[in-house]
């Protein structure tokens, strides 16, 4: 079972980047598909995006196309959410997840979560 931890979070003003991390601990790092997730008061939890286990496979909500990039360095056991434009609609907990497969984290079955990161954008 992997222990997720995520950083990077704050505050930004509209326009601005972010870049959150998600550092995984435990066996089997490279045979997980990790995600970014994120939860806005009163709003369902959301799946920003996913990636498979050697990156192979991505997948992005519309609300954050074009503005949010997901990569992943297995050597250090590191996944990385780059935020850009961001906007206050983004604010949110951000969560990073993990699972055994892709198709999992597109559905939000993750096996392991971390604590979250808070996201705030405000000017």
């Known amino acids: 079972q992997l222990q997720l931890v995520e950083s990077g979070g704050g505050l930004v003003q509209p326009g601005g980047s972010l870049r959150l991390s998600c550092l995984a601990s435990?066996?089997?790092?490279?045979?997980?598909?990790v995600g970014w997730f994120r939860q806005a008061p009163g709003k369902e939890r959301e799946v920003i995006v996913c990636?498979?286990?050697?990156?192979?496979?991505?997948n992005y909500a519309d609300s954050v196309k074009g503005r949010f990039t997901i990569s992943r360095d297995n050597a250090k056991n590191t996944v990385y959410l780059q935020m850009n434009s961001l906007e206050p609609e983004d604010t949110a907990d951000y969560y990073c997840?993990?699972?055994?497969?892709?198709?999992?984290?597109?559905?939000?079955?993750?096996?392991?979560w971390g604590k979250g990161t808070l996201v705030t954008v405000s000017s």
């Open positions: 435990g066996y089997g790092f490279d045979y997980y598909a």
């Open positions: 990636i498979s286990p050697t990156s192979s496979m991505t």
């Open positions: 997840a993990a699972a055994e497969l892709f198709e999992r984290c597109v559905s939000g079955r993750m096996r392991n």
